[in-house]
Each structure stands twice: as C-alpha cells, then as structure tokens.
C-alpha cells in the first residue's frame, strides 16, 4: 500500500499504469473512496498513468478530528503527486478541491474536469447537519438520504459497494470534510481558472443540479466547455459509458489533422506488423489512394476512438464480417485476433449470437473457417 504524509496526515493513494504515459489525478466524492473511478480504470489504463487518493477522512487515509478546508484537502492530493504536471478529474467534493486546484497550481494541471460539483452549494446548513448527526449518531443515521442523493434508484448500478463504502467511512472523517464543504465558496475564484475545463453535470443530480451549480461553473470558468450526462450524483457510476467517453474526449489530445499516421500504429496494433507490412509492400500506384482511405477512416478515424476498446471493436468486426460473409476479412481479423488478446471462448459466443441473428448458415461457415484458425494458432 502507497501511504505520503501530508502536514502530518497520512494519506492512502493508488498508483497505476505506464510512467511513460501522462498522468490522470482521480478524486473521488464525499462519503466513497478510490474504488469510485473503477467503472473506468480499464479504459483510462489505456491512456494514462492514474493516481487514485483516498481524501483525508476517508478509505485507509488517516481522518484526524476537527473541522477541515478545502486547501487543506488539496494540499493532501499534490502531496500524493510526484510529477510536475497532470490532468485532473474530481467529482462531488473532488470537483471542489479541483477548482481550488486549478486556480492556484494552473501551472501544473493541463486540463480539468469538474463533474457533479458546485463552486458553493445552496445550503451550507445541510452539511452542518450532516456533520453533526455523523459525529453523534454514526453513518448509518444519514446512509438513506445520502443514497437517494447518490442514485437514481436505489439498486442502481455500484449502489450496494457504495453503500458499504459509505457505512465505513470513519465519522470523523467525514464531518471533517463536511465542515469543508459548508464554508467553501469558490465563486469569486471561477473567473481566474485559466485551465482548459469540463464541465460534466445534469438537472437529474438532487445534489448539484445543473441549474444554479454546473451552469455557474460553465459560465463563469473561461471557455469552459460542457457535458451532460444523464445521472444522478454518482453519474460515472450510473452512466459509466458517457462518463467516460466524456472524459476521454476531452482529457485526450486532439485527434491529428492527418490521421494516417495514427491509423498506421492501430492496423499494426489489431492486425500485427506482417500483415501491414504485406499490404504496404503490395500497395500500387492505382490502389495508393485506397490504401490511405482505409488506414487513416477506417483505422485512423474509427479504431482509434476512445469509446470502445480494441479488444470489443474486434468482436464487432468479427461479427459483422460473419454476417455480410465477407470471409476474407473475417478469417484475417480471427487469425490476428487469436495471435493477440482474443480468446477462443469469445469467439464462440459471437458466432452463436450470429447463428441467431444472421442465421445458422453465416455461422455455420464462420465456425468452419474458425476452427480452422484455432487449430493452426494451437499448432
């Protein structure tokens, strides 16, 4: 376990992925812990080095008594983190300690995303209320209402692993950081935030509904850009796709004006070196602007995108292809798949799911040339 100590706190902090790869600060909202961001761990692995800290309060983090602030919160993630400059998304309270972030360390932080939070919220006498029952009663005085906060529904999707988390956290700790929410008023901050944002919320989060807290941030952090994600508070948890294509879109580099060249790094990455290396040996004068068609739309444009990952694109094509009977393409995409990360397992339950919806013959034929595939990789 990764501990730093922050003005005396210790502070718990989860490190993974590449060094090589820029480097993502996850900060999680009030009342969870790290385990919040795990619906999009194996997406953003693919792009970044994460960091995950429990705040101070909160998860294996120390939860000293006494009243905390949102600088102080702040303090504790820049002392989790050891590069010069990152990227940052926070959501709830993690939003909050994120614009704190970004206008007082602009310097370090590339780009922000502010989700289902609120540069002040509309009544600071809840916390108080919160903080007060938690210290004298226990978490499990104020769970109900705070779930109904957090989802939509209560058996929404994470809510038990949720509910478990919050029951947990120390008391302590979090009227601690109660007491940081109902004294923050980042209002008169928004103006000088000069880091590219995003802005994430929706008018379904009870909480932070988009009117009177996302659109504040939006219209008053300069150029702020917007994202609506249908949820309630918890909308990576609800809404984990669009979450999480939000964030990749927006935390990504801009796709290249010419994307042939990014195209070319996919096609070798899902269809391996001699296949590509074959291809652009056999490339004519006459199929010369085929080619780039294919590797900068096909591979550059779509394979590329953040959405889905390769691994669930190739299933697609080995579907589809099954279906068109474009059987060329469907024995190179399970010859290569099977070199690579695809599993004979998977590529069974596609072919069934094409038995039944394109038709026993496609997969008949499927099955045929894919086992015939199998057996020369097992060779």
């Known amino acids: 376990m990764a501990f730093c100590i922050s003005r005396g706190c210790r502070i718990y902090y ?29 997406a953003l692995l693919r792009y970044f080095q994460v960091l995950r800290p429990d705040l101070r309060g909160h998860g294996a983090s120390d939860a000293p008594a006494g009243d905390y602030t949102i600088a ?13 400059h990152f990227r940052y ?45 938690a210290l004298k009663e226990g978490m499990a005085a ?18 038990d692993s949720i509910r478990t988390t919050f029951l947990n956290t120390d008391p302590i700790g979090y009227a601690g950081c109660c007491a940081a929410i109902r004294d923050m008023d980042h209002r008169p901050l928004l103006p000088s935030i000069t880091v590219p944002t995003l802005v994430v919320g929706s008018d379904r989060d009870v909480s932070t509904p988009w ?69 652009v040996a056999n490339t004519t004068e006459f199929t ?22 390769p691994g669930a694109r190739r299933l697609l094509a080995l579907a589809m292809t099954a279906s068109l009977g474009r059987w060329e393409e ?22 069934l799911q094409v038995a039944i919806y394109a038709g026993v013959p496609a997969a008949n034929s499927a099955f045929q040339i894919a086992a015939e595939e199998v057996e020369k990789a097992v060779v």
Request: hydrophobic share 45%; aromatic share 6%; with cysteine.
């Open 72 to 84: 102080q919160l702040a303090e504790d993630v820049l002392a989790t983190v050891s590069r010069e």
């Open 89 to 133: 998304c926070g959501l709830s309270l993690g939003g909050m300690i994120g614009q704190w972030l970004a206008a007082r360390h602009p310097v370090r932080i590339e780009r922000i995303v502010l989700a289902n939070t609120s540069a002040r919220v509309a009544d600071p006498s809840l916390f108080e209320a919160r903080r007060t029952t």
């Open 142 to 159: 104020i769970a109900p209402a705070v779930m109904q906060r957090f989802f939509s529904k209560p058996s929404g999707r994470g809510a």
């Open 211 to 279: 009117t009177g807290h996302g659109e504040v941030l939006a219209s008053q952090i300069p150029g702020a850009r917007i994202a609506k994600v249908a949820a309630a508070h918890l909308s990576n948890l609800e809404r984990p796709a669009a979450f999480t294509s939000a964030l990749l879109h927006f935390l990504l580099p801009d796709p290249p004006a010419e994307p042939l060249q990014a195209g070319f790094a996919a096609r070798r990455s899902v269809l391996g070196d001699a296949h590509v290396d074959r291809a």
């Open 14 to 42: 989860r490190l993974e992925g590449s060094p090589d790869k820029p480097l993502l600060v996850l900060a999680h909202a009030l009342g969870t812990d790290h385990g919040l961001w795990e619906p999009q761990m194996s």
């Open 288 to 309: 010369r602007e085929f080619q780039d068609l294919i590797t900068g739309y096909a591979w550059g444009t779509i394979w590329t995108r953040p959405g889905l990952d």
């Open 330 to 351: 469907f024995r190179l995409h399970v010859r290569t798949g099977l070199a690579a990360e695809l599993e004979t397992e998977d590529l069974k339950e596609v072919l």
